[in-house]
C-alpha cells in the first residue's frame, strides 16, 4: 500500500510558554495603560510586542509520511470431535483455505488461521481460542473474526467480549465483527440420550433406580411423544421400555453380583437425524454387600484374637459378632460365674437359628471340647456348602482328641493335622508354593518373591501344625515343605485353614515383620467370594480407544484364547500373553466402538467392558445449527452464511472492507477499515520566517513613533 502524508499546524515555543504569556500580558496591561491616558502610538506597541509574542511561539507546520498497516482477521477453525460428523472437518479444512485467498485478495487485509480442538471434558471453546489468538495483535490492527464450524460452541459469553470491542484508550470502543461459516446446509436435527442420574454404588440383592431423558433437538414439538428405549445388562439380557420424548423417565433395575455391573442404553434413530452417536451410552453401577457379617469364636485368649479383632473392626462393611470361651462347661474351677462369663455363649441361636446369616465364619483356636454338640457342626457345614465361608487358625488345639477334625467339620476341611506328633516346633520363615504364586490371595504380597525360586523377605513364626494330606490348593508352607496355608472349595463354599496361630509375630515387627493385616484381609474376602480374589477370573478395560484384557489362572498351561465380541456382534480370537509366572497373562486390541464389550474364555468365564465417552458435553448436541452462535453474530454486526452440502468446493461469501461501517449479510462479509498506521517521517517547517518578524516588528515600532511625534 502506499505510503499517506498529513498536514498540521502546531507551536514549538523558543522560550517557555510562561515567559511568552507573561510578555502579552504586559503588553495587554501597557496598551490598556495608555489608551486610558491617550497616549499616542499605544496600539502600535500593542502590535510590535504581540508580533514578537507570535514569533516567540515559533508556528510550524508539520508534515507526516504515515505507512498504512494491514489489519488481521482471525479465522478460527473448529476441528473438534463433532466435526467429524458428515465430513464436516474437511470442509472447515476447505473452507478455510478458501477464506485464506480471499482475504489475501483484500487491499490491507491479513488472515490469521486458529484451529481449534475440543478441550478435555469441557467441548468446544472458540471464543477461549479466540482470546488467546488475539492478545499478541494490537487493538487498533483487529478487524474481526471468522468462525468456521458447526455452530456448536460451548463458551458463548452472555455479552460481546472486549476482544470485539476494543477500548482505544481514550474511553472510544470499536465494535468488530463476528462472522460464521457452518458447515451444512441448514439447521438440523438429532436425538440425545441423557443419563440424569444413576447412583455409582449399589446394594446387591436390591434394586436401583436410574434417570434418563431423551431429547429430539431441533425437531418440531410434539406434545406426548414417545420412542422404546433398550437396555442391555452385562450378561446379555435385553429389555425395552417405553420413554415420553422431553421427559424424565426413572427406570429400576436389580444388582445381581458384587463388583461392576454394566448396563447399555439405546434409543432408537430419528429419521433425518445427524448422527446415532449420542443415541447410546452405558452406565457403571459398582454392586456392594450391605453390612457382611462375620462369627468369630475364640478358644483360649491369645494375641490374634486381638488382630482378629482389629482387622475385622477396621471394616466399615463388617458386622462382627465375637465370642471368646473362656472355659468349656466340663471344667470347674472354683471361680464364681459372675466373674467368669458376661454371658452365656448362645449356641442354639449362633448355631441353630442364625448360621445362616453370616457370611464368614471364623474358628481362631478353637477347642470343641463338646461344646458344640454334632447338630450344630453339621449345620456349619451344610451352611458352608450351600456358599458361606470358613476360617479355621489352628494351634495346639487340633493335637487334643475331639478336636474339630474328629468332628462332622472333617467332611470340608482342607487338610488333616497328624495324629500323634502333629506340631513342629522350630524357626521357619513361610514360603510361597508356585500356586501360591499365582493365587491372588497371596501373589504379590508386600515382601513376596518376584520369580520362583526366590524366597519372601518376611519374619519367622515359632510352630505349626504338621498335616498328612491335604486336598484344596497350598498356597504357603513352613518347615519341612509342610503345607502352611490351605484353600478349598465344598460346593459352593470355601475353606480357609490357616496352620500356624503365630501371624500376629508379624505385626510386631517380628525379624523384620510381614504382610500380616494384608493376608488376613485377602483371605477373609476370598473367603466371602469378593470378585478381585477370584482365582480363576477374566477381566477387560478399555481406557483411550485401547481394551486390556486380562486372564488370571492358578493353572499352568499353554497361552489362553479369548474370543472378544464387538458391540455391533462381530467376534474375534485374541491370544493372551502369560506374565511370568505371576498367573497373569495379557493381550491389548483397538476398542473405539462404542457399547458393550463382551469377552469370553474357553472355561466359560465372561468379563465386559465399555468405553468411556472422553467428552460427553461435545456429544451432546451434534447438529450443525445457527442458534448457538447466531445472536452472538447479530450482535457485533457480522453475518452468518451455510456452506452447503457439498464439502469440496463450500459455498463462500464475499469478502470486503469498508469505510465508516462494515453492514455484512449472508453473502457480504464486511470488515472496517480501521486506518491503523505507522510514522515512517516527519518534516516541520516555519509558518513566520525570522526576517518577516523582524520587518514586522520593526514596522510597528515605527508606527508607534511616527504617530507619537506627530503634534
Known sequence: MPDLSRHMMALSPLVPPWCINLLVAACAALALWGLARRVRGSMWRLLAGLGVALWLYNPQRITETWHPLPETALVVVDQSASMNERNRGEMARNTAARVQAAMNRVPGLVPRIVTVREAQHGGTRLFAALQQAAADIPPSRLAGAVLITDGEDHDVPAAVPDTLNPDDGHGHRTLLPLHVLLTGKGEETDRHLRVLQAPPFAIVGKDVTIRVQIDDQGAPPQPGAATQLTL???????????????EPQDITLPVTHPGEMLIGLSAPELPGEVSTRNNHDVIRINGVRDRLRVLLVSGTPNQGERVWRRLLKADPSVDLVHFTILRPPDRDDGTPLSDLALIAFPVNELFQQKVGQFDLIILDGFENRGILPEAYLRNIVNHIREGG????????????????QDTPLSDILPAHVTTGDGMAIQRFRPDLTETGMRHPVTSGLPGAPEHAGARPGWGPWYRSLRSDSARGEVLMTGP????LLVLDHADKGRVAFLMSDQAWLWSHGEGGGGPQSELLRRISHWLMKEPELEENQLEASITAGQMTITRRSVTTGPAPVVH???????????????????????ARLPATQEGIWTVRDDAGHEAFAAPRVEDPLEFADLRATASVLGPMAAAT????????????????????MTEGGHASSASRFAFPARNAHSISGQQANAVLPAWVMGLFVLLMVFMAWWRESRP
Not at 232 to 246: C, L
Not at 480 to 483: I, M, N, T, V
Not at 564 to 586: C, F, I, M
Open 232 to 246: 442391555t445388562q452385562g450378561d446379555g439380557a435385553t429389555f425395552t421400555r417405553p420413554v415420553k420424548i422431553g
Open 389 to 404: 465361608g470358613l476360617l479355621l487358625i489352628g494351634g495346639p488345639e487340633f493335637l487334643t482328641a475331639g478336636s474339630l
Open 480 to 483: 519341612e515343605h509342610q503345607p
Open 564 to 586: 472378544v465380541t464387538a458391540p455391533d456382534g462381530k467376534s474375534q480370537q485374541v491370544t493372551l500373553e502369560p506374565a511370568g509366572n505371576t498367573g497373569l497373562a495379557r
Open 637 to 656: 454486526g457480522g453475518g452468518v452464511h451455510w456452506l452447503g452440502a457439498d464439502a469440496q468446493t463450500p459455498s463462500m461469501p464475499e469478502m470486503v
